[in-house]
């Protein structure tokens, strides 16, 4: 009789060939490039540094594509975005120091999203370790406690035998639902010190899933079978755990309205009968969501953009299904069901009954309705003819990644994302800097079509360097830069609190002249041009920048208190 503990994989030809006659010159940095390789990795981004060198030189000797970055901040950008397109986890090469603290914000950005990046840091000499003083370039007391409190998980490598394991372990890590960052550090000598093991050849690493207590879920159908008025907010989560379809229809067969949240854009159909959109910033919305009397959370966890800056009080009752256990029932009381979006809502689908509610559909008519008159009254022509030839120029199926920037703030609300996983933004941690080097990341992980990047003019001097990566890389990203002249989100939220804005104006270069000296096609447009301008750079191959030069104004909020 065999027991699966029995059974042992037994070493092919090739992989016995390569253990006994490794080829000569590898370092700890082949440890690392052939782990990587193993795993399935084929692009890694990065910045080289000089305690990092053993990694990059092996790249040399690899079949790993690099795109290296101009800034380790835009690096992380660069892998969070390959993470979100792939689904995989994108290894991020960084040096110690400066060089890893650098990729802090990136990194919360990809914590707060969800999305998988394989961080993998060098380190001082092994002699220099254990917070003692020693003086080596770069040293920190406790590198790896400045990335604690911002990755799922951090793994330290001592030794060459434990680079395979660490990096196995902690791609299994990133990947495990819900994704996140990760961080792998290496001491420099480590990584340069030639090295006796053996070619690395096999790592598979299997994400633990994260199915749903059959309890839970059968409460849940009860609840949503018997409920007269079901709603449904659809998160992040439903995209990440590809389960857009399977929440049409399950919300199908409820008769349940369905809004998306900001990090869930394009998990429902934004012209379906049963879509409320993702109006979430507006009191009629919330009012309808309030009114349920079950609310099926999917993969959110109803944090500030989300809940209406916590004003949204449902009075029903709330089902949770939700990833992330510190998420889990953080901001309202709920049956939490802690499980991967994809697995819970395929339970509710085979448990639930079937409901009948014909009104439905006119009832998410008439809350739009409310919506578009609330902006109507507000004259925001421009805002809505900007966006709109963006959504036109924009091709079917083509990913668009929106900075912190008034215009991504209107596409939250009011931008038909059209596919899941099409359209991205830094709303998960709210950094400047992420739409275009995110967008040159999702080039490389799909060169099949364009990508949009969008920033503002404040934003787009976080990452102005990465045109050069743009150029070198031939990616294939056109960046639209609405240049107002400074902060504008700011200068709106100064002017309103305090009457004045203070530090929102900003001298600006010649952002077409700019992008024509890296070597990058510049056009200046205006509202008027932007459709056929945007839609020609797009059209393109390669990087292109389109600058238009518009004050935007923001719709007025409703969670102070207006209508």
Do not use: C
Request: net charge negative.
């Amino acid at each position: 009789m065999t027991h699966d503990h029995d059974l042992v994989l037994r070493p092919t030809a090739a992989q016995t060939e390569a253990a006994l006659n490794p080829p000569p010159g590898r370092n700890g940095g082949d440890l690392v490039v052939e782990t990587l390789a193993g795993l399935g990795a084929t692009t890694v981004f990065g910045l080289p540094g000089q305690h990092a060198l053993g990694m990059f030189d092996a790249l040399r000797r690899s079949d790993l594509r690099y795109i290296g970055l101009r800034v380790e901040n835009n690096a992380g950008f660069a892998a969070d975005a390959y993470g979100r397109i792939t689904g995989e986890a994108a290894p991020l090469l960084l040096s110690t120091g400066p060089g890893a603290l650098t990729s802090l914000a990136a990194l919360q950005e990809a914590r707060a999203a969800s999305a998988p990046v394989l961080a993998i840091s060098s380190q001082v000499p092994t002699a220099g370790l254990g917070g003692g003083r020693h003086g080596y370039l770069h040293e920190l007391p406790d590198q790896a406690a400045s990335f604690r409190g911002v990755v799922k998980s951090v793994h330290t490598v001592r030794t060459q035998s434990q680079i395979p394991s660490a990096i196995a372990e902690a791609w299994t890590s990133a990947l495990t639902a819900p994704h996140g960052p990760v961080w792998v550090e290496i001491p420099q000598d480590v990584l340069l010190s030639e090295t006796p093991i053996p070619v690395v050849t096999g790592g598979d690493a299997f994400p633990e899933e994260l199915p749903p207590r059959p309890e839970l879920t059968a409460l849940a159908a009860d609840l949503l079978s018997r409920a007269e008025r079901p709603a449904v907010i659809a998160g992040g989560g439903v995209v990440r755990a590809d389960a857009s379809k399977k929440l049409r229809q399950l919300a199908e067969r409820l008769q349940a309205p369905v809004v998306t949240t900001f990090g869930g854009k394009g998990a429902f159909p934004w012209t379906h009968p049963l879509s409320l959109q993702s109006w979430l910033e507006d009191r009629h919305t919330t009012d309808f969501l309030e009114d349920a009397d079950v609310l099926l959370v999917v993969g959110s966890g109803l944090g500030e953009l989300s809940s209406n800056y916590h004003t949204f009080k449902p009075r029903g009752r709330v089902v949770q299904i939700e990833a992330d256990l510190g998420k889990l029932e953080s901001n309202h009381p709920a049956l939490g069901i802690h499980a991967d979006a994809r697995l819970a809502v395929q339970a509710l689908l085979e448990t639930v009954d079937e409901r009948t509610d014909p009104a439905a559909p006119e009832r998410v008519r008439a809350v739009l309705a409310k919506v578009h008159e609330r902006i109507a009254s507000q004259e925001l022509t421009l805002e809505q003819d900007v966006l709109a030839a963006v959504r036109r120029a924009l091709p079917a199926g083509a990913p668009s990644f929106w900075d912190m920037t008034i215009l991504a703030y209107w596409a939250w609300s009011a931008f038909d994302a059209e596919a899941p996983n099409t359209m991205h933004s830094a709303q998960g941690a709210g950094g400047l800097g992420y739409g275009f080097p995110a967008a040159l990341g999702a080039a490389a992980a799909d060169p099949t079509h364009p990508v949009l990047a969008v920033s503002g003019d404040g934003g787009a001097l976080y990452s102005i360097a990465e045109l050069a990566t743009a150029r070198q890389y031939d990616l294939n990203v056109t960046w639209l830069i609405v240049d107002d002249g400074g902060y504008g989100i700011l200068r709106e939220y100064m002017t309103d609190a305090f009457g004045q804005p203070t530090a929102t104006e900003l001298t600006r270069p010649d952002y077409v002249a700019l992008a024509e000296s890296f070597g990058v096609p510049g056009v200046r447009t205006s509202p008027e041009a932007l459709e056929a301008d945007l839609a020609k750079a797009l059209a393109a191959p390669g990087p292109s920048v389109v600058v238009l030069p518009a004050v935007l104004r923001m719709f007025a909020p409703t969670h102070l208190g207006s209508d």
